[in-house]
């Protein structure tokens, strides 16, 4: 059974008709069709209580107007029919349903690989100052105990604001104008950390990188969200956050290479930062010969490899589409349906084609309206920035109204720990390593190149935890587990003893850490998606801040101490964790 709906919007739509769009809340009802047929026969004149919710702020109708009403037709999935004749007959299907039939094949499998690699060029740069702390770099920006911490701090500071910003932004632009940006702005200011010449402007480089990698990583996991089945979203966000390993491996393989092979010894070394650069001058290590008879040091050659993953990234997504979610929610229904369309002939479900996408239900309710800059020149762009502003403090405001107050306030937690837990100890094993965790002649960036390949094992169980434990106890299992590992250190007093505790906690630790990305995605709407995760990990950065500072003060007095810290903060996020819901399998319109 197929059926053709005429509507007729004549006046001022110049006689032109539409095709049926209902929301999700009409979806259904046998109502439905009654309902927009009364309100057809008149014109816009005769619908003021919904025309509002028909045109955008620009006085511009939502529903793309049309010289007829063409057949649609929507076909069941996998040769099962999902609605009944007449629910096609007069409503077609909302975006969910749509996704359904567009179903997971060939397009997710691209846009995942593309997401996977940003996700993996995150991992480089943020994993990536670990490494440079410990190099030539201490005497060549003349880095003291505490200004390691402040270093790598700093990347995590411009990250708090990034995801805030960029999060926001990415729900008012869009997911892939706004993920390109961010990953240019981390290349760009990336690659300038490598010619710094002070620590100042080190730091400066550092913190504005970190605006860009906070964007990306919240925005990725929104964007990849939105082109997903229900049942397929775990395996593929799974495959995204596995990327992290990725990312972990090639940052430590470059490490070894580039730092490694011209590594300064730290063997029969003082403390003292001064005697130390003064012996290492002589010596000339950390250094790479050039063909002009100079030598560059070798940590500035990594800090720009280090950059490239982001470009290649933004480079790439450049080639796939925005997502058809987001467009829906902006009324660009035509858009989105030609991109489900293009999505489902990739994947071998034309009968999609003459489907009817219908908008899910806050497109007609609650929209924001657009506000029409006017000008030219720097007014102009004064007035973009503060349109976006305000819109970023709205989309920040509204995460602690209604029913998205428990979740933004509980996930806050859970965030804050792990991120303390997780990347105050990740960021500071070499520099413990280089004092008494290892022995002075094992090679830092070898230990650190195993510890990034035991998460392979990690992400093996979260691929099997995710969709059977569900989200929630995977990330709970994770964060005991990893706290229990962290503890147990204070036995081991050996070298092969310390890579194994670290290789255990890294493989264990990731686990988590793709739970909750997952958990954090599902639980908000889409009008909200990308500006709760992108607070949510600003949250996350401010635990990592006070982490790194703090672990880099109390390793002075006591290498031990951040090792505790980690695991009391570890254990508290385990526990805040039990008071998420569960967020497998369910619909995230």
Not at 126 to 131: D, Q, V
Not at 274 to 279: D, G, L, Q, T, Y
Not at 362 to 368: D, M, P, Q, S, T
Request: hydrophobic share 45%.
């Amino acid at each position: 059974f197929t059926g053709t709906v005429k509507i007729n919007m004549s006046g001022r739509s110049s006689g032109n008709q539409s095709p049926l769009l209902l929301s999700a809340g009409e979806k259904r009802s046998g109502d439905a069709f009654n309902s927009f047929q009364h309100k057809g026969k008149g014109k816009y004149d005769d619908m003021d209580a919904d025309f509002d919710s028909f045109v955008d702020g620009e006085g511009v109708p939502l529903l793309e107007e049309e010289e007829e009403v063409g057949r649609r037709e929507v076909s069941g999935v996998d040769g099962v029919d999902t609605l009944s004749a007449f629910e096609r007959s007069t409503r077609g299907v909302i975006f969910e349903e749509a996704v359904e039939i567009v179903g997971a094949g060939r397009s997710q499998k691209i846009l995942c690989m593309l997401c996977g690699w940003a996700n993996a060029a995150d991992a480089v740069e943020m994993l990536g100052i670990s490494f440079i702390i410990t190099t030539l770099a201490e005497c060549d920006l003349d880095l003291s105990e505490g200004r390691k911490g402040m270093v790598t701090a700093g990347l995590f500071i411009g990250m708090m604001f990034g995801g805030w910003l960029w999060g926001s932004l990415a729900d008012k632009h869009g997911r892939k104008l706004t993920l390109i940006m961010a990953l240019l702005f981390n290349t760009i200011f990336g690659a300038a950390s490598a010619f710094a010449t002070s620590y100042h402007a080190f730091l400066f480089f550092r913190i504005m990188s970190g605006l860009g990698v906070g964007g990306s990583i919240p925005i990725v996991f929104t964007y990849m969200t939105e082109f997903l089945p229900v049942k397929k979203r775990g395996v593929y966000l799974s495959t995204v956050a596995a990327f992290w390993m990725v990312g972990s491996i090639i940052v430590a393989a470059l490490a070894w290479i580039v730092i490694g092979s011209h590594e300064c010894s730290h063997s029969n070394i003082s403390d003292d930062i001064e005697i130390r650069c003064a012996a290492w001058f002589v010596s000339e290590c950390g250094r790479i010969p050039t063909t002009a008879g100079r030598s560059l040091p070798a940590w500035r050659l990594f800090v720009v490899l280090c950059a490239a993953p982001s470009f290649i990234a933004a480079v790439s997504l450049s080639f796939s589409p925005e997502s058809p979610k987001w467009l829906a929610t902006q009324g660009r229904l035509v858009e989105a349906e030609e991109i489900l369309r293009n999505m489902a002939k990739k994947n071998g479900r034309s009968s999609f084609m003459h489907g009817v996408l219908l908008s899910p239900s806050n497109v007609l309710h609650g929209r924001e309206k657009r506000q029409k800059v006017t000008g030219e020149g720097v007014s102009a762009l004064l007035s973009r920035i503060w349109i976006s502003l305000k819109h970023i403090v709205r989309a920040t405001r509204n995460l602690f109204k209604g029913t998205l107050l428990r979740p933004t306030l509980v996930l806050s937690v859970v965030w804050f720990m792990l991120s303390m837990g997780f990347y105050g100890l990740t960021l500071w094993l070499p520099n413990y390593y280089q004092h008494g965790g290892i022995d002075a002649n094992t090679s830092v960036y070898k230990v650190s190149f195993f510890v990034a390949l035991a998460n392979l094992p990690g992400n093996m169980f979260a691929f099997w935890a995710i969709d059977r434990l569900g989200r929630r106890m995977t990330l709970v299992i994770s964060m005991l587990v990893s706290a229990l590992s962290v503890f147990s250190i204070f036995g081991i007093h050996s070298t092969i003893g310390t890579t194994v505790f670290s290789c255990f906690f890294s493989a264990v630790s990731v686990a988590g850490w793709n739970a909750l990305n997952i958990l954090s995605t599902e639980k908000f709407p889409t009008a909200q998606r990308a500006a709760a995760f992108g607070f949510l990990a600003a949250i996350g950065r401010i635990g990592a801040i006070l982490g790194n500072v703090g672990f880099g003060e109390m390793s002075g007095a006591d290498p031990t101490l951040p090792l505790l810290l980690a695991g009391c903060a570890l254990c508290i996020g385990a526990l805040s964790s039990l008071l998420v819901a569960e967020t497998k399998h369910t619909n995230i319109g």
